[in-house]
């Protein structure tokens, strides 16, 4: 990805010429949360409702993140991107441990790296597989530990399909990168929002636009 713009600890740079410790607790433990924040036609898409969710995320972590500073770092990395469509990807971590251990030091400083990339919008149909929910019991936070996500979606590819849908104790939960709804007649159904499902910023914009469709 040579010449991707990219950001690390305040630091504007390319992705390729960024070094990160292996001691980052993002590495040793994904003590670390992140967001994906699209931009459209020169339009960031929902900033507020990223950047709020990543202050909650960084918040039930107790990661001490100045959550004003980051949101324009975020923007100053799509201006110097200069791309029309795409998308950030944002990831802060609790910090640099001095050696790995299970029990952070209080006083440890946040580490913060990001980057951008074009993206092409499109819709398509999927192939969807029904799947066990094998992830962590807080889902709601939108933590960098998607190991869960990543075997069954895998396991998905292996069966020719492009995504899951999880359930737990026979309650549909989410996708492995989705929120899921349905419509039955004239009702359109999704999830309630509980520690097992991430709130998702396109579930609430969809949301919002089927009310205001009635």
């Known amino acids: 990805m040579e010449n991707t713009h990219a950001v690390h600890n305040g630091i504007f740079n390319y992705l390729d010429e960024i070094k990160i410790s292996p001691l980052s607790r993002a590495y040793t ?3 670390s ?10 339009n960031i898409i929902a900033f507020d409702e990223h950047i709020t ?3 909650k995320s960084c918040n039930s ?3 001490k993140a100045d959550i004003e500073k980051i949101a324009m770092e975020i923007k100053q990395l799509i201006k110097k991107s200069n791309l029309k469509n795409g998308y950030v990807y944002y990831q802060i971590s609790r910090g640099i441990d001095p050696i790995r251990s299970h029990m952070f030091d209080a006083n440890i400083q946040i580490e913060t790296f990001g980057y951008v990339v074009e993206h092409a919008f499109k819709s398509k149909t ?3 597989m029904l799947c066990e929910d094998l992830r ?4 709601d936070i939108k933590s960098t530990s998607l190991l869960g996500n990543i075997l069954s979606m895998n396991n998905a590819r292996t069966n020719g399909c492009d995504e899951v849908i999880m359930q737990k104790n026979n309650i549909l939960t989410e996708g492995g990168a989705s929120n899921v709804f349905f419509a039955n007649e004239d009702t359109v159904f999704t999830p309630a929002l509980s520690n097992n499902i991430l709130a998702g910023i396109t579930r609430e914009l969809l949301i919002d636009e089927i009310k205001q469709c009635g």
């Open 29 to 31: 433990f994904s003590d």
């Open 136 to 139: 962590w019991q807080r889902c």
């Open 61 to 63: 972590l107790s990661f």
């Open 33 to 42: 949360v992140y967001e994906v924040i699209p931009f459209y036609n020169f």
């Open 126 to 128: 999927l192939k969807v």
């Open 53 to 55: 969710r990543l202050d």
